[in-house]
């Protein structure tokens, strides 16, 4: 799955005012909004096509995000306010509800 394969959804994310991030179903990024490289200190290179683990120099191989992404979700397709917490190289300490 391609970004090209969802004409417009860059619209649609850069409407989003919080960071944002949407991912194909093999975890790379597919697109995120200004908000997320502003906030986290990446850039669009080092970002789109990537499997999420490895963004930002791998800041986002988060255990918990790992075990949510890669066994949580799989089983049960769905989930609200889960709470990951992270201290991030350049911006320190972020709680980020998904």
């Known amino acids: 799955m391609k970004k090209n394969d969802f004409p417009g959804i ?12 949407v991912l194909d179903a093999k975890l790379n ?14 850039e669009q290179g ?9 963004v930002g120099n791998k800041q986002w191989d988060i255990p918990a995000l790992r075990k949510l992404l890669e066994d949580i979700l799989p089983a049960q397709k769905y989930f609200d306010n889960f709470e990951v917490e992270h201290d991030f190289p350049a911006i320190g300490h972020k709680t980020m509800l998904l």
């Not at 990024?29 to 990446?42: G, P």
């Open 29 to 42: 990024v597919l697109s995120a909004n200004r908000s997320f490289y502003n906030i986290f200190k990446v």
């Open 46 to 54: 080092e970002t789109i096509g990537h499997l999420i683990f490895d």
């Open 10 to 21: 860059e619209d649609i994310v850069e409407t989003i005012r919080g960071p944002l991030l």
